[in-house]
């Protein structure tokens, strides 16, 4: 009996485009979701940093033009990552008990990957919809919103949610590029777990600070 | 006191009709240096013959025992049951036909892959057995050795989410393999030609670098930084190839 698997031929030039532009969006949101986070702090600073900071993006219409810009990478991104979300229950459960088997960290970390990005997927279009049309942006509205107290909760969880989706995709980016070569890889995962902690608390801290800023 | 092991043992005969998938399991004393082929050969001769599962070599040379031992696709023949808890679950290999317990069908996955990927070196210079061999640069050999290590074992397969989902998902055997034919010298084909094959969803560009097959592949085989050294090349292909002004 002979028996054969089929590999069909197939058309790469598309499969290795969209895998590339891939790699460059989710760059670029990483390099965006720190810059983000770090520009957010500046309220540790006191408000009038802060608010500096956003009159200056705004002045430059940072705001205005990278705001959108920003929303329509997040979308592209999505729509090139549900190449690879399985979406068929079949593919859900082949994925789930794989992944069972394997008791395996970095096949976790896509798990992870996938799950976050449904959180991020619905908060993170709510929070980039609510700011962008409320310009400009000022420490005493956002100030006002995260003390309405649904806010504090509604950032506390996509907060873990998009430190943990970015600092598993760079660190796949790395490891599928490879830039990060194999003998690196632990010390790599290191970092991931550090950077991504990090961010968390500085997260956190933000927060707590936007907590006790007198709304006038 | 030796451990008193319990093996549970995946069993299901697709040619038998009513035979229905399911756990057995089966008790054995552990002896010393008792590694799984003598287990699963003890099992089968003392306590239940239908029992199937591949060997050949023993030795970690052929490939063929490769299973999921407690959650890990690994050589039965290179596990010793020193190295395991005193509950042993057998499982077979997945993304394969199965042939019956523990027995898969790696070699037509692999045949066929290979003759996708054409695995043979590509070359149009005729033979002439009078000339004297052309002798390769060592390092060169060494590199391609270092890749041709690869047993077909298909844990690597085994242990990849991607090759789960998708059956025609070729894994990081082929892309390990093709690697293998980009460095050797005796072949002709050009990346692009490469690319036709590999620079797909079917190859490099379907696999989402999640590594499960590096950490299971029992020759240690670089598979990591192989995966990454043919996604790169080929993504460097893929804008050649839209660029006019490249030919090849
Ligand atoms: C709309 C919400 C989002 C969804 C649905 C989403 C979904 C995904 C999925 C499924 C992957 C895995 C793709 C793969 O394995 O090939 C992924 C990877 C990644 N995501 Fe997201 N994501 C979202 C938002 C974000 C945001 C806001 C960032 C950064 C700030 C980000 C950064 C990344 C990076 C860097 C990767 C790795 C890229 C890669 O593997 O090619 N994502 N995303
Ligand atoms: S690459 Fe490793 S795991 Fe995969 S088939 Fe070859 S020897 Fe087995
Ligand atoms: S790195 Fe690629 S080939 Fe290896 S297990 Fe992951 S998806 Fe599969
Ligand atoms: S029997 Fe040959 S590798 Fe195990």
Redesign the pocket.
Known sequence: MQYQVAFPTASGSRAALLDLVQMLLGLALVVFMYLHALFVASILLGPQVFNALADFFERYYLAQVGGPLLALVFLTHFFMAARRIPFSQQDQKKVWTSTRMLAHRDTWLWTVQVVTAMFILIMGAIHIWVVLTDLPITADKSAARIQTGFWLGFYLLLLPMVEMHVGAGWYRLGIKWGVIKSSARNKAKRAEYYITGFFILLGLITLARFMFVSVS | MNRKLTFSIFRYNPQETGSSPGMREFRLEETENLNL?VALNLIRETQDPSLQFD???????????AMVINGRPR????TKTAELPEKIVLMPLPGFRLVGDLSVDTGAWFRSMNERLRSWIHTDENFDPDAPEVVMDNQVAEEIYELDRC?E?GCCIGACATAQMRSDFMGAAAMNRIARFMLDPRDKRTNREFFEIVGTDQGIFGCMGLLGCHDVCPKNLPLQDQLAHVRRKMGRQALKNILPWYKN
């Open positions: 082929f060997f050949c070599c023993r030795a970690g040379i052929c490939g063929a025992c050589l039965a023949c290179r047993i074992c």
